[in-house]
């Protein structure tokens, strides 16, 4: 057990998916696996792990923000030794080519700040992707029906955003959309030699206001789970 997680030794897969609410990690559970135990409920922060085709999956919440997740992913990888993390998540859309319900395939993450930048200093660190990992999610979003799109997507540390010459600047730069925790994810996943990769499901629009119910957000993303699991365990 650690600080946050009270999951025993052997509790916790190689594979872990990482939703920001621990309520959809109880749906991606109870809808995706088998055998499925409950790990982990140390301050509501539920994980689940089972098995998905006779393969041991854990999925975990990590919270809201890159700050929340940072202790999560820390102590997955430090104390339960997690080789694969992908974060499941739900991001606002910021291209106009990027709908309601598009899956987006994060290859980059952009941040203004994150948790490890007092570790870099000076240095503005690039986040990426592990390459098997995005090759293996954008072969299998390919033979499904989902819209997708593979690109850069920018890690806020704020919800309530007031910067709109930012939001503006971004777009322009061809970033697809926005959320709140990869590019913390995908720093600690190269600081430490693991597999990570953020598959997300635009649940509004910051160009067009268009947005899912806090319901349909929830119960909705099946597509984005069927290819994080695909993902994972594909050869």
């Not at 974060?87 to 987006?104: A, K, T």
């Not at 971004?170 to 030699?193: D, F, N, P, Q, S």
Request: aromatic fraction near 8%; charge should be negative.
């Amino acid at each position: 057990m650690t600080v946050h997680i009270g999951a025993q030794p052997g509790d916790i897969a190689d594979i872990v998916l990482l939703p920001g609410d621990p309520y959809r990690a109880k749906w991606a559970a109870g809808t995706f696996l088998t055998d499925v135990r409950l790990v982990n409920k140390v301050r509501g922060m539920l994980g689940f792990t089972g098995l998905w085709n006779g393969k041991r999956v854990t999925i975990q919440g990590s919270g809201m923000g890159m700050p929340s997740l940072s202790i999560y992913v820390n102590e997955l990888i430090r104390d339960y030794d997690a080789k694969t993390l992908i974060r499941i998540g739900s991001c606002g859309g910021m291209q106009e080519n990027v709908g309601i319900r598009d899956v987006i395939i994060a290859m980059t993450a952009s941040s203004v700040n994150t948790p490890s930048r007092t570790v870099f200093r000076e240095l503005n660190f690039a986040p990426c992707a592990d390459w098997q990992l995005l090759q293996n999610a954008v072969v299998v979003a390919g033979q499904k029906s989902t819209k997708f799109h593979v690109g850069g997507i920018y890690s806020s540390d704020v919800f309530y955003d007031e910067r709109p010459d930012l939001n503006a600047e971004m777009t322009r730069h061809g970033i697809l959309g926005v959320e709140m925790e990869a590019a913390e994810l995908y720093t600690l996943a190269a600081r430490y030699g693991r597999r990570a990769l953020a598959i997300l499901t635009v649940s509004d629009h910051l160009g067009t206001g268009a947005a899912l119910s806090s319901e349909a957000r929830e119960h909705s993303f099946s597509d984005m789970m069927e290819i994080a699991l695909e993902t994972a365990f594909a050869a």
